[in-house]
């Protein structure tokens, strides 16, 4: 028998994060669009859902292994040309960096998929490569504990959004009930895996 899942959180109703969710969306300075991979939509630990619920600007476009170009209508395509493109790595500059006046009028971008399909849609995308990438470090380590992730300094798309958001506008406690949203849906899964699996699969694994 098919689960019945909330109409709102697409969870499970016994796992509903609905409660957990801030009563009002936070109403972010940076409009903010998710470009998320299909094959994340239906996973069970989506944290993408989180920012669309939680947030007053944040858009989800669902998008293939094609290029993205190919998927986006043209005028998303013209609005988002001068995004800010969330992304680690060499080319990425440190939000710490920008100066207000560089972001002030851009939208955010970030691309919600595994890290390999996030890496894949931008290496196949000579749109998105146009974009300027940043980054930020971690001041803690991912909160996004049932998911390990390929570098210490990398993140789940929530904290990624969260963190830029607060540092932007310098506020970073104003996200904060979007990261507690999460974190109950992590406590959650723990709790229905059970404490032995996950120590097996997660903690002993992260001290291989």
Known sequence: MKRISCMRCHRPLPACL??????????????????????????????????????????LHAVTDAPVEDTLPAALRAELDHALLIYPGPQSRDIAELESDEARTRPLLLLDASWRKSRRLLLTSPWLQTLPRISFDLQAPSRYRIRREPEKNYSSSLEALCTVLGRLEHDEQKYAPLLAAMDAMIEQQIEHMGEVKFRRNYLLAQDD
């Not at 609905?18 to 109403?27: D, F, N, R, V």
């Open 18 to 59: 609905c409660t957990a969710l801030p009563q009002y969306a936070i109403a972010n300075r940076w409009p903010v669009h998710i470009l998320q991979h299909r094959q994340e939509q239906d996973h069970a630990l989506n944290t993408a859902r989180i920012a669309v619920l939680g947030l007053g600007q944040c858009q």
